[in-house]
């Protein structure tokens, strides 16, 4: 498990984004076909864009979304 702690939510935009997964799975490396993601590999290589408000923006909707999802009542 690799945790990242942040006081802002555009990092978990640029690290839920499909280009840092891309860069996951291109750098990181593997154990048989699966891939392991290493941060001394994928996350400090990682370029991170500078924090703007869009990306804020998105990262608040992300958490929102996921939050919500987390708590939905599955029983029928």
């Known amino acids: 498990m690799v945790v990242f702690a942040s006081d802002g939510y555009s990092v978990q935009a640029v690290l839920s ?13 593997g154990m048989r076909n699966d891939p392991r993601y290493t941060p001394s590999d994928v996350f400090e290589t ?4 500078e924090s ?3 990306l804020e923006e998105i ?3 992300l958490d929102g979304e996921r ?4 708590t939905v009542n599955l029983t029928v």
């Open 59 to 61: 990262g608040r909707v």
């Open 17 to 29: 984004s499909s280009l840092h997964q891309i860069w996951a799975i291109t750098y990181g490396s």
């Open 46 to 49: 990682f370029p991170r864009p």
């Open 67 to 70: 939050r919500e999802i987390g």
């Open 52 to 54: 703007t408000d869009f």
